[in-house]
């Protein structure tokens, strides 16, 4: 399987979840009470854990290993705190923020549960922030295709859209986006055949170089996760990065929940 997490971690019913919860947050509040706000989210997290196990709390887990993998690639991401199955992600930040808030729904849908929680010990008292997700309903795998503006530029473009097409479809949909990238680099042999650093120019002077990645002869690819909302203004960029690298074109590859879109900048 793809996905693999030595923790048991299901769906949780409201009832489940609010009853858990109702002790983890105490532990966070005394934890907080004690330390203030200025440790590292280490602390908190042992911290918690340890007043959760003396309250006669089982099936407590810090650091839970879950790996993702797709042929030859693994990428390995740890849970702070599971708690009877329900986990949560700690931060020690003066706010929350939405690339918080991402993450935890990116392991939410790794493991296709319906709830996932965000504590905060870096604000002047606790912040919890509950996050409902559909993973336990919906089906993550169910990709569906659009090619209507992808053009072939170069054979090995062909073979580009081939791969991240069964990329997506082993892995599912919902992921973030540096998954997806540092998945698709390792199958097309890694950053030190992908990568490259292009010069950069403006009426024919170099300005600088940009890294970019590469699958043919001038030719690039970008992987994101844009909301569609939002495309048109990322593809006015894209149209002037390629000209400012003087290629030929990129493969703009963009998956919006479990619709991924190929979409040719040239």
């Known amino acids: 399987m793809p996905i693999t997490c030595p923790v048991e971690i299901k769906p949780t019913s409201k009832a489940q979840f609010v009853e858990v919860d109702a002790i983890v947050m105490q532990c966070a509040f005394a934890s907080h009470n004690h330390f203030g706000k200025l440790c590292e989210e280490k602390v908190y997290e042992n911290d918690v ?92 795998y169910a990709i569906t295709i659009d090619q209507k503006r992808f053009c072939q530029l170069s054979p090995e473009c062909s073979e580009l859209s081939l791969n991240s097409e069964t990329m997506f479809k082993e892995l599912g949909g919902f992921l973030s986006s540096a998954l997806y990238n540092k998945a698709l680099v390792e199958h097309l042999g890694g950053e030190s055949k992908c990568l490259s650093r292009i010069p950069v120019y403006r009426n024919r002077k170099q300005v600088g170089t940009q890294p970019t990645l590469l699958h043919s002869d001038r030719c690039g690819f970008v992987v994101t996760t844009v909301v569609p909302k939002a495309m048109n203004s990322y593809e006015k960029h894209l149209h002037s990065l390629r000209k400012s690298l003087n290629l030929i074109g990129l493969q703009w590859i963009n998956l919006h929940q479990s619709n991924v879109s190929f979409i040719t900048i040239s």
Not at 77 to 86: A, C, E
Not at 87 to 95: D, F, G, H, R
């Open 49 to 140: 854990a340890d007043g959760l196990r003396a309250q006669g709390i089982e099936e407590v887990e810090t650091q839970v290993p879950v790996v993702v993998s797709y042929q030859t690639f693994a990428q390995s991401y740890y849970l702070d705190l599971v708690v009877q199955g329900i986990v949560y992600e700690l931060k020690a930040e003066n706010v929350l923020s939405s690339a918080h808030s991402a993450q935890a729904i990116h392991y939410a849908a790794l493991l296709g549960v319906n709830r996932i929680k965000l504590l905060n010990f870096g604000a002047e008292k606790v912040e919890g922030k509950l996050l409902g997700t559909p993973f336990a309903e919906l089906d993550r």
